[in-house]
């Protein structure tokens, strides 16, 4: 097991960085383009800031991956714990005012996520895990559902920053499922959609051409309460490989199937029925 400091750094982290998004859309902020639809705000970069100086003072020999500044500037040869952090996912909800956004933060040891702490301070929820120990919402013990079959799931999905290149497949795959399950919603951050799954609000989650802050935390917070995650083509998930499928277990094989038959050129066909 970690040592608890590292679960109570980053949730210290990603409460702090909630307070500051909060504060920065009463107060106001500035909005710049990465990319022609891809936002970054001055809040982005506060709390990175914020998260690399509590790093930086209290672990020092440790590594930090960011959405906004990368790795860093630090020359040294990589080190066995890293710290992996989203500060603000959901930027085009919050730049827009739409109140679906958080912090994520995800602490790995020798690449694998051993802590995972994530705040929407919105509704202010906590959600946390330890590898091996569980995962919460509030102190409150995290479950997946317990739907079994397709035709019965809340799916959730996302689209990449470079969809208007990539629309046509995005749409046909979002179609599939949606002819295969209750019904599919798309958040605009996928740490949340993540948490959802953890707590048995969606059954299921699928994206591609995600980025490691995108999911170091969620990923364990999932398998934390029982849930299922691989990539979209059902190989072991790797946050580096850029595309999952996060579910409660049930309807995991069905999500690969309609992504499978939908790449082979064939329609989805509800198996779960």
């Not at 690399?52 to 990589?78: K, N, Q, T, Y």
């Not at 179609?175 to 399950?181: E, I, V, W």
């Not at 499928?245 to 995991?252: I, P, R």
Request: charged share 25%; with cysteine; hydrophobic share 45%.
């Amino acid at each position: 097991m970690p040592d608890p400091v590292f679960l109570a750094t980053a949730v210290e982290i990603v409460l702090r960085a909630g307070a500051i998004q909060l504060e920065r859309r009463e107060s106001g902020f500035r909005v710049a383009k990465k990319g022609e639809i891809d936002l970054v705000t001055e809040v982005d970069l506060e709390c990175e800031r914020m998260c690399r100086e509590v790093i930086a003072e209290r672990f020092p020999e440790h590594d930090v991956l960011a959405e906004e500044l990368g790795v860093g500037s630090s020359s040294r040869p990589p080190a066995r714990w890293r710290w992996v952090f989203d500060p603000l996912d959901g930027t085009t909800n919050y730049a827009h005012g739409l109140p679906i956004f958080c912090a994520s933060l995800g602490f790995e040891i020798d690449g694998r996520a051993e802590v995972g702490a994530i705040y929407d301070p919105t509704p202010h929820e906590l959600f946390t895990a330890e590898r091996g120990h569980g995962a919460y919402v509030n102190g409150r013990p995290l479950a997946v559902s317990a739907t079994s079959r397709l035709i019965d799931a809340l799916l959730v999905t996302g689209f990449p920053y470079d969809v208007h290149q990539r629309t046509g497949d995005l749409v046909a795959l979002f179609g599939a499922f949606l002819g295969s399950a209750r019904a599919v919603r798309r958040l605009g951050s996928a740490a949340l959609d993540l948490c959802y799954v953890a707590a048995g609000r969606f059954d299921g989650f699928w994206e591609q051409h995600l980025k490691p802050w995108d999911v170091a935390a969620g990923a364990l917070i999932v398998t934390e309460a029982g849930g299922r995650i691989t990539g979209m083509d059902g190989s072991p998930f790797d946050a580096a490989a850029a595309h999952l499928v996060a579910s409660n277990g049930h309807v995991h094989e069905d999500m690969l199937t309609v992504i499978r038959e939908f790449r082979d050129g064939r329609a989805p066909n509800r198996t779960a029925d």
